[in-house]
């Protein structure tokens, strides 16, 4: 099992920034890949971002490139989106997902496990 906490979230204006933060427990973190999906009210779960299992390849959701980072420290257990230029059409509540694999990953579907999700507010 793996146990995932993410936080972070909170009210922001448009065209402020946030980090979220995810931290892993539980199996070696250095197994899964990862990544950050969001769902706003009455919609599907979008997927926003993915990192591989050592950070050197990522890959993003046409919305948010060029705004969003994501980022991992192996030796903390956690991964980071550094969400920057925010608009109002990104709040959602942002959820951590692993998935058993070195590669990329980018349907909510593998991923195995997933933290609770942190609200994000972007105000106009």
């Known amino acids: 099992q793996v146990q995932l906490v993410e936080s972070g979230g909170g009210l922001v204006q448009a065209g402020g920034s946030l980090r979220l933060s995810c931290a892993a427990s539980g199996r070696t973190f250095t197994n899964y890949a990862m990544g950050w999906f969001r769902q706003a009210p009455g919609k599907e779960r979008e997927f926003v971002t993915t990192?591989?299992?050592?950070?050197?390849?990522?890959y993003y959701g046409g919305s948010v490139t060029g705004r969003f980072t994501v980022s991992r420290d192996n030796a903390k257990n956690t991964v980071y989106l550094q969400m920057n230029s925010l608009k109002p059409e990104d709040t959602a509540v942002y959820y951590c997902?692993?998935?058993?694999?070195?590669?990329?990953?980018?349907?909510?579907?593998?991923?195995?496990?997933w933290g609770q999700g942190t609200q994000v507010t972007v105000s106009s």
């Open positions: 997902a692993a998935a058993d694999g070195t590669g990329l990953y980018i349907t909510s579907t593998d991923y195995e496990y």
């Open positions: 990192i591989n299992w050592n950070g050197g390849s990522t």
